[in-house]
């Protein structure tokens, strides 16, 4: 997340040097880092932050389980607002197969509030003031159901998704759950490469919410703002 001043990177799953090419090396513009939990694709490259002196929002199970020492880095707490620059958060616990993982709710004046949830078998909670979520649909019952019976998945594969991911059934749930009259854009992340469909899922996210759902990619650029389009 950036503007023409600051920039909030989330997640540590890219070397610093991508990052770094992608701000055109403007590297003091980078206000902090969030990392939501230990595993390769979230924080495989998060010592070459740390090195860099890049302040870190993430918990003590993370940290520890990255071999990251505390000593001088302190640990985030769920539900206790950090500030990096203009960029306010505050992380919430969610559930997955790794030490104190984090989703995170992140405020900025020209951006409102935005919810960041990824890698979490389901989200328990109602928020209020939401204006743009970044939100895991990592595959669907009607799929993975399929899939074991044709042979393609096996229980093993299945009681790992189903424990450590959320459902397309699950995201909506939530969704319909909290009041979304200010968001302006959901966008779906971390879909599953073989339990997940693209358009079938924007489409059912966009009729049960009449927002605006746009699946990740990468390269994407969203202009996420207080106002709708």
Known sequence: MHNERECLIIEAGIKFLEVKK???FKISQIVGLLVSHEHGDHAAFLHEYVKAGIPICASKGTLSSRNIGTNNLKPTLAEK?????????MAFDTIHDSAEPFGFLINHDEMGTCLFATDTADLDYEFSGLNNLLIEANYSDEIVYERIY???????QQERT???H???ESCEKFLKSNDLTSVNNIVLIHLSDGNSNS?????????????????????MSINFNKAPF
């Open 22 to 24: 992608a701000l055109n």
């Open 81 to 89: 607002t950090v500030k990096f620059g203009g960029f306010r958060v």
């Open 150 to 156: 044709n042979g393609k998945l096996n229980a093993k």
């Open 162 to 164: 189903v424990k450590s």
């Open 166 to 168: 959320m459902s397309l």
């Open 199 to 219: 358009e079938q899922f924007r489409n059912r996210i966009g009729k049960a919410t009449g927002k605006t759902v746009l699946i990740a990619e990468k390269n």
